[in-house]
């Protein structure tokens, strides 16, 4: 087994002087046009647009991952991008992994699974664990991580938590997102039964009590646990509280940039120390060069990519 997840994760964070996680989540429509005319011209892709598409996202990432891959710790590929295109889009996600970590970075795979009993761990074995197959046993989609939807209760929550301790991978649970429609479930009052409290708490409240007891029993030298969690740079006040009730959980911070969120609002996600979080951006880094007033072109994609997240970088320091 590996060394524990948070462990590398905080080393990486320290080493890189940097908290910011990249977004891979390549939109086919975004890709620079260079990039799809060669993929689709290819003479190994002639006949298969599937294929021809998902060769086109997998050029893409490998040039962000070039080019950001010095300066920050961890990216985190949204299996979506890749389902769309099929068996493709699945060998170019497993390929997009196994690129990341060549070049050093630790890797997320956002992918929210949930599920209980069998199909919870069949799911753990297949993005975080190994596979067997008769007398063998082999990874297949080798993250270092994933992202878990805890909705279905502790059942559909320990199976990965099981394989995560004993491969050395980690996981973020959703707790309180970045959607604005996150209010409609996870600001709902009620009693809880975890944290014991008189009064009703609010779920995502509630919540973060079950993830702390969740990775209670699997605390790395860091201090931290290799359960995470889910919590929107947009919900700074909620963030805070949650701060308090999983002080050993590494949060996975979405809702930068793009979606409103900055720096100052995801202050509260660290310890004293500017430690225990990473902020993820997507669109803001991997498209900057296709923004509004951009003086990229699309050829100079994956510098465009690097600039922002040095910006990025730069303005994370400054409140931490």
């Known amino acids: 087994m590996q060394k524990h997840f948070a462990d590398r994760l905080?080393?990486?964070?320290?080493?890189?002087?940097?908290?910011?996680?990249?977004?891979?989540?390549?939109?086919?429509?975004?890709?620079?046009?260079?990039?799809?005319?060669?993929?689709?011209?290819?003479?190994?892709?002639?006949?298969?647009?599937?294929?021809?598409?998902?060769?086109?996202?997998?050029?893409?990432?490998?040039?962000?991952i070039d080019a950001v891959?010095?300066?920050v710790p961890v990216v985190k590929p949204q299996v979506a991008?890749?389902?769309?295109?099929?068996?493709?889009?699945?060998?170019?996600?497993?390929?997009?992994l196994d690129y990341a970590h060549e070049k050093g970075l630790i890797t997320i795979a956002d992918?929210?699974?949930?599920d209980i009993g069998s199909t919870a761990e069949a799911y753990a074995e297949g993005y975080l664990g190994e596979t067997k197959i008769e007398?063998?046993?082999?990874?297949?989609?080798?993250?270092?991580?994933?992202?878990?939807?805890?909705?279905?209760?502790?059942?559909?929550?320990k199976p990965f938590v099981k394989v995560a301790a004993k491969e050395g991978?980690?996981?973020?649970?959703?707790?309180?997102?970045?959607?604005?429609?996150?209010?409609?479930?996870?600001?709902?009052?009620?009693?809880?039964?975890?944290?014991?409290?008189?009064?009703?708490?609010a779920l995502y409240e509630i919540m973060g009590h079950y993830v702390d007891s969740w990775g209670a029993d699997e605390v790395g030298e860091?201090?931290?646990?290799?359960?995470?969690?889910?919590?929107?740079?947009?919900?700074?006040?909620?963030?805070?509280?949650?701060?308090?009730?999983?002080?050993?959980?590494?949060f996975l911070v979405p809702g930068y940039g793009a979606q409103g969120g900055t720096a100052e609002d995801v202050r509260v996600c660290f310890d004293a120390n500017g430690l225990g979080a990473v902020v993820n951006s997507s669109r803001g880094i991997i498209f900057a060069y296709a923004e509004d007033g951009s003086r990229y072109d699309e050829k100079s994609y994956?510098?465009?990519?690097?600039?922002?997240?040095?910006?990025?970088?730069?303005?994370?320091?400054?409140?931490?």
């Open 302 to 320: 994956a510098e465009a990519a690097r600039d922002a997240t040095i910006k990025m970088n730069e303005e994370l320091r400054k409140v931490l």
């Open 69 to 71: 891959a010095d300066i």
């Open 169 to 201: 991978k980690g996981l973020f649970v959703l707790v309180k997102t970045s959607n604005k429609s996150s209010s409609e479930l996870q600001d709902l009052f009620v009693y809880d039964e975890i944290a014991k409290g008189k009064d009703a708490k």
């Open 222 to 250: 860091s201090g931290y646990s290799c359960v995470g969690a889910v919590v929107g740079a947009t919900q700074s006040a909620q963030a805070k509280i949650l701060r308090e009730i999983m002080p050993s959980s590494i």
């Open 111 to 114: 992918v929210k699974r949930n």
């Open 10 to 64: 905080i080393e990486a964070v320290k080493k890189k002087d940097s908290v910011v996680c990249v977004g891979l989540d390549p939109r086919l429509d975004k890709i620079p046009e260079f990039i799809r005319e060669k993929a689709f011209k290819d003479e190994a892709n002639l006949g298969n647009p599937l294929r021809a598409a998902a060769e086109s996202l997998l050029e893409f990432n490998k040039g962000i």
């Open 81 to 96: 991008f890749y389902e769309i295109f099929g068996y493709e889009g699945m060998r170019v996600y497993g390929e997009t």
């Open 135 to 157: 007398e063998e046993s082999m990874r297949v989609f080798d993250a270092d991580s994933l992202t878990v939807n805890p909705y279905l209760g502790s059942d559909g929550v």
